[in-house]
Each structure stands twice: as C-alpha cells, then as structure tokens.
C-alpha cells in the first residue's frame, strides 16, 4: 500500500529515510554479521550503539556535562512512581502543575508516595491553557515541582517555567527534540520514546547528577536510578533495537541541522493548520492562543456528526489517525518531526475543501 | 559481512528467515501504508498483531483458558520484585529454591518485599546441580515457591518440579519455547523475551487469573498486574515493534511443528555438544549430568588460556560469542531455537580440530 499521512499521537509517523535505513541493515547491522536485535547487550558492538546514541542525544539537545542519560523500560508512566520514588524526601512534599490527564495520572501515583501539592491546576477551563503560576508563594520543603511540558492529548504547552529553587521534572514525552530547551533548566526531562525519538519501549531520562541516589533502601532496585547510572543502562538487558532506533532518528535530526532547524520547521508547520483551522468557520481550536501545541492540535466542528464526517473524508485522501483523544472529542493532528510541511499542507487543504463541500 | 554463528546468552541469534520476514515489511507492515514502529497502540492495525501475538503463544504453548498473557516492560529483572509486590500475602512466606545468581537477585528483590525462606539452595556446589528438594517438609502459609527453571549462566535446568500446594513461579527467561512444559503446573511463567522469544524490551508474563487482584492499593499502577490484564497489556504503550517480532518468531515455530518438534531438536542439539565435550579429554562440562540445561552449555579445560585460546580459535572459524559468564568463567553455548544443528555441528569440529592442534 501506498504510505499514508499518520496523524496519531504516538506511536507515531517516523522520517522515511529512517525506517529504510533501518530496513537496509535489519540482518547484518553495522557489518556485525547479525542484526541489531542478535547482539548481546554486553558487546562491543551494541556499546558502540549505546554509545552513540548517548553522544547524538547529548549533542543534539546541549545536554551539559553534570547530566545523565539513562535509557529505561516502562513507559513515561513508570516515571510517574519513579519520579516520586526517587526523589520525593521525607517531611518534604511533591507539587505538581496540573494541565491534563498525564499531568493528573502523574499526580495520582505521587499520592501513593508521599505529601504531594498542585500548586496551580486548568481543570475548570477543560485544560484549555496553561494556569497561571507565576503568583506561586515561595513554598518550603519542595522535592520538586513537576510539569508536563506538553500536553498531548489537550494540545497545550509551557513557553514559560515556574520560578522555584525546587528542581523542575518536566515530562516532556511529547515536546522531546520538537524544540530547543535549556536543560540546565530542570532536574529531569523523561519522555516515553515513541512519539520524536524513536519505536515504543524505551524511556529516555535526563537527569541532574546531584538528584541520583537518595532512593530508600527498599526501592526495588530496577526502580531506583541509581542502578542505571552507575551501569550505564546495562543494569538488565535494556531495548536494544529501540535505543539503536533512537541513534537513527537523531542523526537524522542532526543532519538537518539540529534542534533549531527542527523548531523553525515546526513553528511553520503549526502556524500554518492553526491559521486553516482560524479562519475557518467550520472549525475552532479549543484551546487558548498563547498556550498552543506545536505537536498536538486538537480542533472540532460544533457537531460530532461533523467531526465524524470530516475524519472520514480525510482518511479518504489517506490522511489518517485524525480522531481527537475521547476526553476531548474533535479531531487531533499530531505532527511529529517525522512529518513534513506538505502533509500539513494536505490536511489544511482538506480542511478547506471539507468546508466548502459541506456550506 | 557474513553472518555469524552467535553463540550469545541473550539478546541471542534469531532465525534469518524471521529477521528477512520483518525486512520485508519494515516500511510498510500488513499492508498498512505504515511501519509496525508507527502504528498507533490503540490501532486496528496493531490490536490486529496482539490478538495475533497472543493467539500463537497460546496454541504453541498449549496454554489454558484460567491463564492471562501478559506483555510488559522492565525485563525478568523487573517480575524479580513485581512478584513478590502482587503475591506476597501478609503473615506468609515466600519460597525460594536457589540454583544460580538469578534465582539470587530474585530473592534479594522478595527480601525488600516481605518475609521469605530458602528451601533449597545448591550454592555449596557453586550451582553444579539442581538441589534436591524432594524432602521438603509441607510448610504452612507459602505465597508461592519460585524456581529458576534454567539457569542461563550455571547451565542447568529443573525437570522436576517441587511437590507444593502453593503456586509455583517460574523464572522461564532461559527456557520458554525451547520445550514442552504443562503450563498449569505454575502459578506464573515469566521470561524476558531476548533469547526464544524475540528482541530484548518485552516480558512474557503468563498468569493464572486467581493469583491477579491482590496486590495493595498504593502499589505503583504499573507493577500491578491487575492493571495490565484489565486493558490487555495497554494500559500504557507497550513495546509494539518486539510484540510484532514475538508474533513472527511464534509463527516460526508453529510452521516447523511447534514445540514437540523444537523440543526435539534442541535435545539432538544439545546431546551433540555434550557428547563432544564429555568425549574430550582437554574439555569437560562442570554441570552434573542429570540437571543439564539444553539452551546453555558451559565448558571449560582446566587452563583460563587454554580457554581464552579456544575463544579466539572458535572466533577465527565465525563461532563469536562463547566466553563463559564472569562468574564461571570458561566458555559457554548458548543454542536457543534459532540455531540450526550444522551450527552446533560446527562447534563440536573446532572443538575436536583445536584438542587435536594442541595436543
Ligand atoms: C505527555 C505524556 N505523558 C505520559 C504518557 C504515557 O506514556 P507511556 O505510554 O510511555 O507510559 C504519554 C503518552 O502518550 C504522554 O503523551
Ligand atoms: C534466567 C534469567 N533470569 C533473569 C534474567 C534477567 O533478565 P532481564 O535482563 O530481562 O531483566 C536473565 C537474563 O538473561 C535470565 O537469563
Ligand atoms: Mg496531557
Ligand atoms: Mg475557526
Ligand atoms: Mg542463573
Ligand atoms: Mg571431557
């Protein structure tokens, strides 16, 4: 079949050029004479890969030196209790900035850990923007404050951080590599991989150095960082195709120039389905103007059998995975690195016809 | 380069038609204009090679209708604590037989959880055998007995299996889908994928539904196995490309006969190598002959040298990855379904060739 326009959320569209890449060395992978997927974790060929996959991570993103890159198993939703298993210190306590249904499962794992606060929340508006954070009083005995950087499924992200001395945890499962960042900005970036960095099963955590090791005791140790950083992720057997993915797709990213190419074309692609969906009559963004996804869109019609009609009419020009996530209904364009601007310029054009089709 | 012949423990050798299979369809999976890597979890397409997945493993094993499958992250490692969280009851013990430093680490991780008893240990033989735990007396309130049913780095393997009103746990990583076993003899079967099973990233947890539901509340969401059977393993995003990659391996072995005939061709395997090594008088196994594992195989000569000379000799004819785990030294054979005979055939001629050359 012909390759369609994937919209979804994650697991999500990856550059072409990487998944041939991919294809072309399957069975004999860096002229190993075995595929990736054969080598032992604990050879030279796979640390070479491990290698440079932490090298072109670290380049890429600016990562500076007092930083580790652990590549762990379980999804950003194993870091929703290591998080607060790790770092959330006796007679201190968690705050969280609540901006969807991540950043609330987040919270809800925290709970089962320790004292936890929400120091600013936009359930009342449906999580339409980012709530306003910068009245926060100064607050003692934070471990950490946690946000998530970009909301997938409300289309939402943070352009600004809370001013606090507590390190910043930004899940960033969504916004990983789809900007540039300032690193040194927080304590720890996690991302589950399969939306910017690679296949599902890998999670990436960037992580201060001086925040490893204060696990209690009786932490399993798979769950304490600890474990990883001081094995460099050999701990266990680690995803060794997906980590060997990972180093595909950033140099992928790398030979396009970087992070700040990636942004520019992400800004473009954005500006240019949001601007379809404003002018349109038809369609309206939920969400609030200044507070805007550049990898997750949600839109809607006033009606669902519109929506509906509409998705269906997309996915007739191959434009598929359009179906908003079921708390908020509508449709949703994801738009990951993978995706270039003329796919978007096929949505946007389906957009316009759907509109005049249906006035 | 050619291919090897990949002797390694794990993330091991996989069938060359398998890895062709995947090639193929790398870019474009099942016809859906989209790789397997960029399928949505949530997806007709992916639920499609789940259902799959879980189809074959059930028809190969021969799995009841009261047993749930499970696909999860984090490795055997990770089920080293998941097991005792969910099934270690208040006021009872866990049982251990202890047969190799995996069984060790399991039982380090029950020791955080809960009280514990070691039933049977073969530590004082450095793990040359299986312990004989026929004697052992009926103990009262037992959560469960775990057992390490092949020793990965010791190189033996249970035949038979303790006399327990209490489930019985099976740390299979090593051995599932190498033989027949009787599924319902066992509480829990779990077992990292990277060896039969597939790429390294899944673990198969097959449970029997009475032993689901029991875990406390503040556990976190992802170590509850209550949580990952209630939405069939996607309660988060799984590791969908090594779900994919079991479902070929699955349909390898069903094509060639399922499990009698892979049984009986690793005992053909096995006894090959075997008999080679007990016939040399440079080569000798150190494992007790009646507890002999047929997916890994160590042997030594009586020389770290002499060893290391055979290593590199073994290396020069493309047989890689025979160095015997640190803590036994020596060399080891690991020769999971994926290697054909010929291969282990040519093994025995070096070994026969290299006891002739240094005579
Ligand atoms: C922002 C965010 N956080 C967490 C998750 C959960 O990630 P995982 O499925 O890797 O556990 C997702 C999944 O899409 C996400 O988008
Ligand atoms: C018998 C056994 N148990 C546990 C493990 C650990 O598995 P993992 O690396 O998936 O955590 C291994 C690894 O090879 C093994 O052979
Ligand atoms: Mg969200
Ligand atoms: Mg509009
Ligand atoms: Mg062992
Ligand atoms: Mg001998």
Redesign the pocket.
């Known amino acids: 079949m012909d390759r369609v326009v994937n919209f979804s959320?994650?697991p999500s569209a990856m550059p072409l050029e990487v998944l041939m890449r991919a294809q072309s060395e399957l069975v004999d992978t860096n002229h190993a004479g075995m595929s990736v997927m054969e080598m032992s974790h604990r050879s030279k060929a796979f640390e070479d890969i491990l290698e440079n996959t932490k090298h072109l991570l670290k380049k890429v993103m600016s990562i500076p030196e007092n930083y580790k890159i652990l590549f762990l198993q379980?999804?950003?939703?194993?870091q929703?209790s290591m998080i607060p298993l790790n770092l959330l210190q006796k007679d201190h306590e968690a705050a969280y900035i609540i901006t969807g249904s991540?950043s609330q499962?987040?919270l809800k794992e925290a709970k089962k850990v320790g004292q936890t606060t929400v120091i600013a929340t936009s359930e009342e508006t449906q999580f339409r923007n980012i709530p306003d954070f910068s009245q926060i009083t100064h607050k003692e005995n934070l471990s950490y404050v946690h946000i998530?950087g970009?909301?997938?499924?409300e289309g939402t992200r943070f352009t600004t951080l809370p001013k606090t001395d507590a390190p910043i945890i930004n899940?960033w499962?969504?916004g990983i590599l789809s900007e540039e960042i300032n690193v040194s900005d927080y304590g720890v970036i996690y991302a589950?991989a399969?939306?910017n960095l690679g296949p599902?099963g890998v999670?990436v955590v960037i992580i201060r150095d001086d925040l490893i090791g204060h696990a209690p005791d009786n932490l399993p140790t798979m769950l304490d960082y600890k474990t990883h950083e001081k094995s460099d992720s050999l701990y266990n057997t680690p995803p060794t195709f997906g980590i060997y993915m990972i180093g595909l797709m950033l140099e992928w990213i790398d030979s396009l120039g970087g992070l700040k190419e990636i942004e520019k074309r992400n800004r473009e692609k954005a500006s240019l389905l949001y601007e379809a969906i404003d002018q349109s009559s038809l369609f309206y963004s939920p969400v609030n103007k200044e507070d805007r996804s550049l990898m997750n869109i949600p839109f809607k019609t006033d009606s669902e059998e519109t929506d509906k009609a509409f998705i269906e009419f997309a996915a007739s020009k191959q434009l598929v995975e359009l179906k908003g996530h079921r708390s908020v209904g509508g449709m949703r364009a994801s738009m990951y690195n993978a995706m270039p601007i003329e796919h978007v310029e096929r949505l946007c054009s389906a957009i316009r016809e759907f509109e005049e089709k249906v006035k």
Chains 1, 2 share one sequence.
Not at 74 to 78: D, N, P, R, V
Request: proline residues 0%; positive net charge; glycine residues 16%.
């Open positions: 959320a994650g379980g999804g950003a939703s194993l929703f991540w499962k987040a998530t970009n909301n997938t499924i899940d499962s969504s589950g399969q939306k599902s999670t």
